[in-house]
């Protein structure tokens, strides 16, 4: 269990990581935005089931931490994006070169 | 207070993730890409107060980090609602 638990925690580290490398490496404000909220949240949630699986006397405070992650972090990032779209940024579109 | 082996590339990861989105909320290009930084931040922040509560080994952090991220997103929708002017 308790390798289970430091499993779960790493590949939740990572996927924070890998999201913080897509905020830096995108080339819009939009792509950055679902880089920097989907794999974050994820990575989250798995750093929550890892110390949950750790410590099994933390599950009450962990789901609730859990679920207002879950509940907020898309509501916040979806209501940037909004504003974002109402305020006139644009959107990146790919350069061709032969055209 | 023990680091593990895997708590100790957990913290490393959690730092290098913080410093990647610490280098766009410094060099971003507009103002909408330093808060969509700031917004990554803060729930990279809330996940590493979440991994500090198991290596203290205290239930306390558990109410820091809810904390945290309450205030957090309150600023983050506060902060849209400024950058989208006095309607809606």
């Given at each position: 269990m308790n390798l289970l638990a430091d499993v779960i925690l790493i590949i939740g580290a990572l996927f924070v990581f890998l999201g913080a490398l897509g905020l830096l490496r995108m080339p819009d404000v939009y792509n950055r935005i679902q880089a920097g909220t989907k794999a974050?949240?994820?990575?989250?949630?798995?750093?929550?089931?890892?110390?949950?699986?750790?410590?099994?006397?933390?599950?009450?405070?962990?789901l609730i931490v859990g679920l207002f992650?879950?509940?907020?972090?898309?509501?916040?990032?979806?209501?940037?994006?909004?504003?974002?779209?109402?305020?006139?940024?644009?959107?990146?579109?790919?350069k061709r070169s032969e055209t | 207070m023990t680091i593990g082996f895997a708590d100790g590339i957990v913290l490393g990861l959690l730092a290098l993730a913080s410093l990647f989105a610490l280098i766009r909320l410094w060099m971003g290009p507009t103002s909408a890409d330093r808060i969509v930084a700031a917004d990554t931040l803060s729930v990279i922040a809330t996940g590493g107060i979440i991994v500090l509560a198991l290596i203290f080994d205290s239930v306390l952090y558990l109410d820091v980090?809810?904390?945290?991220?309450v205030l957090a997103f309150v600023g983050i929708v506060a902060l849209a609602r400024a950058i989208e002017g006095d309607r809606a």
């Open positions: 974050v949240t994820l990575g989250s949630l798995c750093l929550l089931l890892g110390v949950g699986l750790n410590q099994p006397a933390w599950w009450p405070k962990l992650i879950l509940l907020t972090n898309p509501i916040g990032s979806s209501t940037l994006a909004r504003a974002f779209h109402k305020t006139g940024v644009p959107v990146w579109r790919e | 980090a809810l904390l945290y991220g």
